[in-house]
């Protein structure tokens, strides 16, 4: 069956990076594009991008140029999100989800909780 | 940018109620609009899609419609496992989601 299975929750300090993944199976990763989601309990859910699984090309919400950066590894079928210089308003939880050739997202990860704090 | 509003942001009704949730966009979103639900510790999960299609396995008391700049999810006979909090998304053009309905049991 298709899944979307990321990593684990994360614990960092301001100023540190992480990088958390999204593992797809159950269909040809090369097919869809990945999206990645923001949620944070006061501020719902955000959009941060997305990334085409053929090419690599990443494309980023406008809140999320400059520090964020969506990868692939495609022999692994896995799509990585990097944060750079964590910010206490990083902290919530990030969804990766797919859209399987629909106008909507049918296919979510668990999502990844990551605390920023000193 | 589109925006998306939802409301209410809160809703409160008793089991066996139809329960109506609604969304409005900053312009013109031509029914591409979907409407999902989500339980805490959850992912969001897709309930219907380009405004009234929906998805497979979803029960068919959940029902969306509208167009142009206003669409609607109805519930028609609530049941104690539809309490949630419901986002609707705008997908073209970058994803946008509204700021999401809280529906409780009164």
């Known amino acids: 069956q298709i899944q979307l299975v990321q990593s684990g929750p994360e614990l960092k300090k301001p100023g540190e990076s992480v990088k958390i993944s999204c593992k797809a199976s159950?269909?040809?990763?090369?097919?869809?594009?990945i999206h990645w989601v923001k949620q944070t309990p006061g501020k719902g859910l955000k959009w941060m991008g997305w990334?085409?699984?053929?090419?690599?090309?990443?494309t980023y919400g406008d809140e999320f140029k400059g520090r964020f950066v969506l990868s692939l590894e495609a022999s692994a079928s896995t799509t990585n999100l990097q944060i750079s210089d964590l910010k206490n308003e990083d902290t919530a939880t990030y969804f990766c989800?797919?859209?399987?050739?629909?106008?909507?997202?049918?296919?979510w990860g668990q999502g990844v909780m990551v605390t920023v704090a000193s | 940018d589109i925006q998306i509003t939802q409301s209410p942001s809160l809703l409160s009704a008793s089991v066996g109620d139809r329960v109506t949730l609604s969304c409005k966009a900053s312009?013109?979103?031509?029914?591409?609009l979907a409407w999902y639900q989500q339980k805490l510790g959850e992912p969001p999960k897709l309930l219907i899609y380009?405004?009234?299609t929906l998805q497979t396995g979803i029960p068919s008391r959940f029902s969306g419609s509208g167009s142009g700049t206003d669409y609607t999810l109805a519930i028609s006979s609530l049941q104690p496992e539809d309490v949630a909090t419901y986002f609707c998304?705008?997908?073209?053009?970058?994803?946008?989601f509204g700021g999401g309905t809280k529906l409780e049991l009164k």
């Open positions: 989800a797919t859209s399987m050739g629909i106008t909507a997202a049918p296919y």
């Open positions: 159950g269909y040809i990763f090369t097919d869809y594009a």
């Open positions: 990334i085409n699984t053929n090419t690599g090309k990443p």
């Open positions: 312009r013109n979103i031509y029914n591409n």
């Open positions: 380009n405004t009234n």
């Open positions: 998304q705008k997908f073209y053009g970058g994803w946008t």
